[in-house]
């Protein structure tokens, strides 16, 4: 769990955030290393209650999304790994309800919730008798601010690509999974609500004169909007029922 805590008003939401994963899931046991980019966050008084059971992590440079990410991945040991933003509540079970789905497709090695009452998920998104639904669409399938990978997932991709520290880092990784073939799903009884840029609102974060120089370097490693979409066409379609993953690789390869 990534986190910025500058005010009361996070550090409740964080408390909140983490209650919500540990009280909704009895039967799975959560280590939770939360990264805490304020290095100023001892000194506020604020103290994570000892049934959190929370390990603070202080990275020693600035912040960056997938960086950070990365870090995280690298500190636990678990077959699946939950990355996450401090700005979620959790619905009961939903950690459950997608390694169900997991034992249900094994293929499926990364998984994502659905918050209902995204303006990204209007009531009509999904089907009624939809189980889970795969694809790598972002905001819709697969969901950046909270989503379950095996572990093995972050080491075929190589972790997560740390010139993208925050824009377009959900948009690099569904490209990864991708290339390698790697099926992703949204399940739809799996709920999380997501706050939505508390964190940024409250600490007044200038990020985005960032967008265009992020954009440009998307666009070096992927090729433009317009041929992604292409590429995604023809694999949702045409390639992957198939089985042609070595295809698929050559695809998205990049330098």
Known sequence: ?????GSR??????LQAIATLRLGESD?????FLLESNADFPSLGWVYPDHLHVQMIYP?????FNRFNNIGARLGQADWILFTNNDVVFGPGFCTRML??????????????????????????????EAYRIGHHVRITFTGWCFLVQRSVWADV?????RFDYYFADDDFTLQLRKHDILNAAVMDAHVR???HVTSRKNALDISEKFKTDQARFHSKWGSQR???WKNRLVEKVMRPLGMKALIRQLYRHS
Do not use: K
């Open 1 to 5: 769990m990534l986190a910025y805590t």
């Open 9 to 14: 008003e996070i550090f409740e939401m964080n």
């Open 28 to 32: 799975i046991d959560f280590n939770v």
């Open 60 to 64: 020693q440079e600035a912040f960056n």
């Open 100 to 129: 169900a789905a997991h034992s249900q497709n094994a293929q499926l090695r990364c998984l994502c919730p659905v918050d209902i009452a995204s303006p990204y998920t209007p009531e009509g998104t999904f089907g009624p008798q």
């Open 158 to 162: 190589g972790g997560f690509d740390e």
């Open 194 to 196: 997501h706050l939505a």
């Open 227 to 229: 041929l992604i979409a």
